[in-house]
């Protein structure tokens, strides 16, 4: 185990590194690419190239990090997604491709025990300097503070502009399909 906290993240690559890796202050290398489903489905979900693992690890660096110092010890639900993983997710045939951020590494899905879905999200659109797209996905009251996640995606400086867009995935009401909108807010309202 080495103490890569402070380490570049140019300087990062795949084959020096080992899974107990420090990244950030409370980051592990595993917990980048550790998946529930991938371990139970037999889908490897390893990063394909330095450039999904830098992603990944400036995520964790600037919003996985501050949200650690501000709600305490938390395991995020995915950040790395392989191309095979978002099929299996998404019930997908192998044919298709997935555009997900998650795909490149520079996207997180995160849920705190006790802290609100929503309120998660607000608190980290008025919190995090810097971010693409918070997604406040499938929150619904009826269903307890705690349903649904929040998405949360950072791009690194050669991905391209962090447009600090606030969306959020809820049921419409009267086609009962779910849609995006724009805000942060409950599926209710
Ligand atoms: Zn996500």
Redesign the pocket.
């Known amino acids: 185990m080495t103490d890569l906290t402070r380490t570049k993240l140019e300087s990062l690559s795949l084959q020096k590194l080992d899974p107990l890796d420090l990244i950030a202050p409370n980051f592990r290398v595993y917990e980048l690419t550790r998946s529930e489903l991938a371990s139970r489905a037999g889908v490897d979900n390893r990063f394909p190239g330095d450039k999904e693992l830098q992603a990944a690890v400036n995520l964790a660096r600037k919003v996985l990090q501050p949200l650690r110092a501000a709600f305490g010890p938390f395991t995020p639900n995915s950040v790395y997604r392989s191309q095979e993983l978002e099929r299996a997710l998404k019930h997908k045939p192998k044919s298709w491709l997935s555009t997900?951020q998650?795909t490149q590494g520079c996207?997180?899905?995160v849920e705190i025990v006790g802290k609100s879905t929503l309120e998660l999200a607000q608190w980290a659109a008025d919190n995090l300097p810097e971010f693409d797209q918070i997604?406040c996905?499938c929150f619904d009251p009826s269903e307890g503070p705690n349903s649904g996640w929040v998405?949360i995606s950072l791009k690194l400086p050669q991905q391209g502009i962090n447009r600090k867009q606030l969306l959020s995935y809820v049921r419409d009401a009267k086609s009962g399909k779910w849609i995006y909108v724009q805000g942060l807010r409950a599926a209710a309202q």
Do not use: F, K, L, V
């Open positions: 997900s998650h996207a997180c899905d997604i996905e998405h």
